[in-house]
T-cell receptor, first 114, second 113 residues
Framework: AQSVTQPDIHITVSEGASLELRCNYS??????LFWYVQSPGQGLQLLLK??????LVQGIKGFEAEFKRSQSSFNLRKPSVHWSDAAEYFC????????????FGTGTRLKVLA | DAGITQSPRHKVTETGTPVTLRCHQT?????MYWYRQDPGHGLRLIHY???????DKGEVSDGYSVSRSKTEDFLLTLESATSSQTSVYFC????????????FGPGTRLTVT
């Protein structure tokens, strides 16, 4: 069955520290992979995406993610976290054809300490 | 900004009443989706549409129906609202980028009392 797992429900980091949010997926074919961010009371904003090519992808707000096929992972990273990064982060896997439906992870809520 | 609006943005309704949520897009996208977001569940797909009058069920479609009579509008109806349908509802469109990424509306917070 297709699934996306975000093992960490909550993560707390200090401002200026590095960040890694984990995402593991189970998908039959080569997946399209996405990270979204949601600030409180807001909609979801696309941070970055992977669909082919270079396995290290750059996104907005200084985020990057690495696709590791052997580990079925697509972890999100940022070298230095800012207080404004406090939000909830969602990983999603999408179909490359047909209905283009997504499967979302359950999210990781990031808290940033000043 | 993918030109997606949702209405209403907030609604409180009573158990057993019908409710319709509207999603409107301005960029002629073919695919549209309705999700619900609940704590601990992420976003779950309710229904989606792949064209005018073409819709299909998602993973949590029980108690919901949809309609799409125009490209720009995708309506989600709760025929008889229940407390378990208290949630935040998001509409999305499939973009035309290489990864067919989805773009989301601002959401509708629905409370069923």
């Amino acid at each position: 069955a297709q699934s996306v797992t975000q093992p960490d429900i909550h993560i707390t980091v200090s401002e200026g520290a590095s960040l890694e949010l984990r995402c593991n997926y189970s998908y039959g074919a080569t997946p399209y992979l996405f990270w979204y961010v949601q600030s409180p009371g807001q909609g979801l904003q696309l941070l970055l995406k992977y669909f082919s090519g270079d396995t290290l992808v750059q996104g907005i707000k200084g985020f990057e993610a690495e696709f590791k096929r052997s580990q079925s992972s697509f972890n999100l990273r940022k070298p230095s976290v800012h207080w404004s990064d406090a939000a909830e982060y969602f990983c999603a896997v999408g179909a490359a054809s047909g209905t283009y439906k997504y499967i979302f992870g359950t999210g990781t809520r990031l808290k940033v300490l000043a | 900004d993918a030109g997606i609006t949702q209405s209403p943005r907030h609604k409180v309704t009573e158990t057993g009443t019908p409710v319709t949520l509207r999603c409107h897009q301005t960029e002629n996208h073919r695919y549209m989706y309705w999700y619900r977001q609940d704590p601990g569940h992420g976003l779950r797909l309710i229904h989606y549409s792949y064209g005018v009058k073409d819709t299909d069920k998602g993973e949590v479609s029980d108690g919901y129906s949809v309609s799409r009579s125009k490209t720009e509008d995708f309506l989600l109806t709760l025929e008889s609202a229940t407390s378990s349908q208290t949630s935040v509802y998001f509409c999305a469109i499939r973009g035309s980028g290489e990864a067919y990424e989805q773009y989301f509306g601002p959401g509708t917070r629905l409370t069923v009392t």
